[in-house]
């Protein structure tokens, strides 16, 4: 321990001291209000280098500046002319380097070879400018992690509070500035893995174990997120206006998150916007940006426990100072008198080394004279009659290196610097209408449309078909006064267009629009007929459509419809065409139609039937061919930003004239081949981008399920997007089921009880169960029955759905159609299906067209194994490799969705077990989490393991069942019941709400509602084949 970390430690047990002394006379003092500690952005607005979200926090890795310290190379003939050692000062900007020779040969160069070499060295320039600004992030983030790894070796942090804070809210004129989300971390050193050493098997020679030093600003689960409206509320009103309530995902995630950016957007921002013009008037400067932070304040020591818990902390930093040590331990043994003795022997350590005064907590002022320290440390450590207080110095430290990243900036100004470099990511969001844009002439035409007419809308990727569809319902509840949850159907291929939809929806107050996808439909078409929706989807389907298309059969659901909006529909072929098309016939002529689709993006043709197939048609010409149908092409494009989504913009243009399949194909292959393509070590050291989207797309699920394994072993924190019928209920409809006294309840019970759990607003909460629940007797009663069928029938609406999106999507092309991302990044892989042209060309255009800013092409992980798909039902992909004698072994399976029991609630032989297994679920603490498969000896059996899932600390909460048991014994070849007894690699990617019956949630002591909460898990499931089962139980 350093001189410095022994005044801490003394000043830190003074705090917890002084903290006994008065807890023990009565006098307890408000908490301290957190002060700002350090930004952490770079001077370009970003979160620095080697920053990534891990389901432990924000975790810091240190970039190694001199591995990338050499300028990018010049072509010939540059590197004869221009002289090289020029080029490596990146610190100065912009480049400056003699071109003397290179003029002198210009002419030379252009008359005997044709080239302009200042036209080159042009081109140059902004690679090195890139080169350089790259360079100059990395110093800067080098340097955040220097004075981060400090304070953390000093006990400075222990004995205050630290938090992670983001969107930073400023009104110049009136004084605000304060961030509204925040999270307690503590920081904490740890080893992580090396992304380079991560592109490599894990059983590659001389790979295991190569880490480096990492710094996390870690999150503990019980210290959730939290949103602090108090300086705003002050100024603008009542806190009950301001007063934001957190969902499960949010008090889970970080401030810089998805999910919190997706809630600042759709609610706070609004909300702030009209506080500001209602109390300053609409000329009003303000803005709101992520600007994420760490922020800083004393302990609010409640009761003397915690203050005790601080002395416990210190001890073993008080072995240097015997009496003190010894006082310490007399103090937390209980005995009489021990404070006093403890206050008197710390006095007079601390008036030994020059302090006399009782400065406040984390100010310290001592003596040159007074404390001996050795030169080589004096000026480190700033010994001189100031303050020395470590978080003084960190904050300090930062903001002098924040003040000269801004004066470099601003030498600057003026200075032609490459227009693709600066993409700012701390996002501001004071404009008043963030994202949106007004809608064009055709648009309008196709919005303002009268309820009856009917439509057919013709629309590629980005051209605003979401909004349209958006504008389209406001305009139907607002001018024509429809009921969009009764008179109003909107149905859509893609769960993401409907989440799409919705969320434009909830920013206009129309969120009890019935919205769902066809799938979803089908289900509630069948409930509606009074029967039951089993079977597989598409036996559900063509159970709908034979509903649909009997007269005699009553659907009340559509006794009041006079609109019927259809979106994605290029991708409804084979039976969910039929489905669509008997709609629109049960609808009748008076019923108005709006239908929108791309032929462009049509990805479906191979769920067809050969039958099928020779009958197929487009059905956006069958809904053309309707009578009485106008059909509107859109051409505005609205997503595309950077260089290469516009172009993509262009290249569908072309793409909508050709015939040849061939063509399109080589058209499309040719723009991503003049991508440039990234190797797997940088784009993974990229592909975490705080404020920003990026989708990392793939060819097929085995693709999307190695990357999801790599960036697990990165810890990554990310989505493994799934397909929409593998989507379950959120977990707050459990939570719910369980606070009802009744079946049928009142909706002021309803959403009473609906204050108790986490979802975030219980009056939208309670829309979207009546929404869910369909016609009922009552529109203020809510039947529970009902919403367990919807649930149990897969007929779950998206707007119930769990949301477990993170701002980095591992998807398929297929799954990723209706979403769009900032960044895009395409795996470029070997594997091509068997798919005719125009199939492959309209996957890679949609794959293309999901990018706003940004598209790469990625090179795959180097790998000795490569992935297969076992041709049995479930169809699970595996991991395959050659084994001892060039035997082909599995080394991993696919981890499915179905994999985890729920056919009851998880439990074990404590009869206390389910509602503890609940509890645990429903904190969220669980998601994200990698975690462990154990053999459950108790209910494993010769023909099939089972395993419990159990997280670091050993708890079960989730049982595998027979089905996975028996692809472990089939696919890992098992013999003579050698199960593995433990395997890894699986992570729980959300928390659902799941169905069975009454009778078995009583039992389990969860009440009667049939609801309760089970993990969804996710991965490669590795085997440990190190302990075998021996049989016995």
């Not at 602090?228 to 509320?233: I, P, Q």
């Not at 319902?473 to 009921?483: G, R």
């Not at 049982?959 to 070849?973: A, H, I, M, P, W």
Request: hydrophobic share 40%; aromatic share 6%; charged share 25%.
């Amino acid at each position: 321990m350093d001189t410095l970390d022994g005044v801490a430690a003394l000043r830190s047990l003074e705090t917890h001291v002084a903290a006994l002394r008065s807890l023990k006379a009565g006098d307890q003092q408000p908490p301290q209000p957190a002060s700002l500690l350090a930004d952490l952005v770079d001077s370009h607005g970003d979160l620095p280098f080697g920053v990534t979200a891990t389901s432990d926090g924000l975790q810091f890795v240190r970039p190694d500046v001199a591995a990338t310290d050499t300028p990018p190379p010049m072509l010939w003939p540059l590197d004869g002319l221009v002289d090289e050692s020029e080029l490596t000062d990146w610190g100065s900007r912009p480049l400056a380097v003699d071109l003397g020779e290179l003029r002198r040969e210009a002419v030379f160069y252009q008359q005997e070879y044709g080239v302009d070499v200042e036209r080159l060295f042009a081109r140059y320039r902004p690679v090195w400018d890139q080169w350089a600004i790259s360079q100059s992030r990395a110093a800067e983030s080098a340097g955040l992690f220097d004075a981060l790894h400090e304070l953390a070796q000093t006990s400075a942090t222990k004995v205050k509070n630290l938090y992670l804070s983001a969107w930073r809210l400023t009104v110049p004129e009136y004084g605000i500035d304060t961030r509204l989300a925040r999270r307690r971390v503590k920081l904490e050193m740890i080893s992580t893995r090396n992304p380079r050493y991560a592109l490599f098997d894990d059983d590659d020679e001389g790979i295991r174990g190569q880490e480096v030093d990492a710094i996390v600003l870690a999150v503990e689960p019980h210290d959730a997120l939290h949103y602090d409206m108090r300086a705003l509320s002050a100024q603008l009103g009542s806190a009950d206006d301001y007063a934001f309530r957190p969902s499960l995902v949010e008090r889970n995630d970080l401030p810089l998150g998805s999910h919190v950016r997706q809630r600042v957007l759709a609610d706070i921002r609004p909300r702030i916007q009209d506080g500001l013009r209602a109390r300053f008037g609409d000329g009003v400067e303000w803005s709101l940006t992520m600007s994420p932070a760490l922020l800083i304040s004393d302990h609010d020591r409640s009761t003397i426990e915690d203050a005790l818990e601080g002395v416990t902390a210190l001890r073993g930093q008080l072995s240097r100072w015997p009496g003190i040590a010894a006082a310490s331990e007399r103090l937390l043994e209980g005995a009489p008198g021990a404070l006093s003795a403890l206050e008197q022997e710390l006095t007079r350590i601390l008036h030994s080394v020059g302090i006399s005064d009782p400065l406040p907590s984390g100010t310290v002022r001592i003596s040159d004279s007074a404390l001996p320290v050795p030169s080589k440390f004096r000026d480190r450590l700033r010994v001189r009659a100031g303050t020395v207080d470590p978080l003084l110095r960190f904050r300090d430290r930062r903001r002098a290196a924040a003040a000269a990243a801004a004066e470099q900036a601003a030498s600057l100004v003026g200075v032609d610097t490459p227009a693709t470099v600066a993409v700012p990511d701390s996002l501001d969001e004071s404009d008043p209408t963030p994202g949106s844009f007004t809608l064009d002439e055709r648009q309008r035409s196709v919005a303002e449309a009268s309820p009856s007419d009917r439509l057919v809308v013709v629309a590629g990727a980005g051209q605003g078909k979401t909004e349209v569809v958006a504008a389209r319902l406001e305009h139907l509840a607002s001018e024509h006064e429809l009921s969009l949850s009764t008179e109003v159907l909107v149905l859509s291929f893609s769960r993401a267009a409907v989440s799409a939809v919705r969320k434009r929806l909830a920013t206009r107050v129309l969120a009890g629009a019935e919205i769902r996808t066809f799938d979803s439909f089908a289900s509630r078409v069948i409930i509606d007929a009074e029967q039951e929706p089993t079977g597989s989807f598409d036996a559900r389907i063509e159970h709908a459509t034979r509903l649909l298309l009997d007269d005699d059969v009553e659907l009340p659901m559509l006794d009041d419809v006079r609109h019927v909006v259809l979106d994605e529909v290029q991708d409804l072929v084979g039976k969910r065409a039929k489905l669509a098309l008997a709609l629109i016939a049960r609808a009748g002529a008076d019923v108005g139609l709006t239908a929108l689709g791309d032929p462009n993006q049509a990805l479906y043709d191979f769920q067809l039937t050969d039958t099928e197939r020779a009958h197929h048609s487009e059905i956006v010409d069958d809904f053309g061919d309707l009578e009485n149908v106008r059909v509107t092409r859109l051409t505005q494009n609205f997503r595309a930003r950077g260089p290469v989504p516009l172009a993509v913009v262009d290249l569908g243009q072309r793409l909508r004239t050709m015939k040849d399949g061939a063509a399109a194909r080589g058209e499309v292959g040719s723009f991503v081949e003049a991508l440039p393509r990234a190797e797997a070590e940088t784009w993974l050291a990229d592909v975490y981008r705080a404020g920003r989207t990026t989708a990392v797309l793939t060819k097929t699920n085995g693709d999307a399920l190695r990357v999801s394994q790599l960036l697990t072993s990165l810890r990554v924190r990310h989505t493994l997007r799934r397909t929409s019928q593998e989507q379950g209920a959120s977990a707050w409809v459990s939570e719910l089921a369980r606070l009802l006294p009744r079946v049928v309840n009142r909706r002021d019970d309803v959403i009473a009880a609906l204050e108790f759990t986490s979802v975030a607003d219980p009056t939208d909460a309670w829309n979207v169960l009546k929404e869910a629940e369909g016609v009922f007797r009552s529109p203020d009663d809510l039947d529970m029955s009902r919403i367990r069928r919807v649930i149990g029938g897969y007929g779950i609406p998206t707007a119930l759905m769990a949301d477990t999106t993170e701002d980095v999507v591992i998807s398929t092309v297929h799954r990723a159609k209706g979403l769009e991302f900032d960044r895009v990044f395409l795996l470029d892989t070997d594997h091509e299906s068997d798919q005719d042209d125009f199939a492959i060309a309209r996957r890679n255009y949609v794959a293309l067209s999901r990018a706003r800013d940004e598209v790469r092409r990625c090179a795959p992980k180097t790998a000795k194994s490569w992935m297969k798909k076992d041709p049995a039902p479930p169809g699970r992909w595996m991991e395959k490799s050659f084994g001892k004698g060039g035997k082909q072994v599995t080394r991993s399976i696919e981890f499915r969705n179905g994999d985890i029991d729920t056919d009851s609630p998880f439990s074990t032989a404590d009869a206390a077990s389910p509602m503890a297994a609940q509890e645990l679920l429903a904190s969220g603490r669980v998601t994200g989490l990698s975690v462990t498969l154990e053999l459950d000896r108790e209910w494993s059996h010769r023909d099939a393991p089972i395993y419990l899932v159990k997280g670091d600390d050993g708890k079960a909460f989730g049982r595998t069942n027979e089905d996975f048991g028996r692809s472990v014994k089939r696919l890992f070849t098992v013999w003579q019941h050698a199960y593995p007894m433990v395997m890894t690699g699986v992570t729980v990617m959300t928390v659902e709400s799941v169905t069975g019956t009454p009778e078995v949630c009583a039992e389990a002591g969860l009440g009667e509602s049939g609801i309760w909460l089970a993990p969804r898990l996710s991965g490669l499931v590795r085997p440990l084949w190190d302990q075998k089962w021996d049989g016995m139980s």
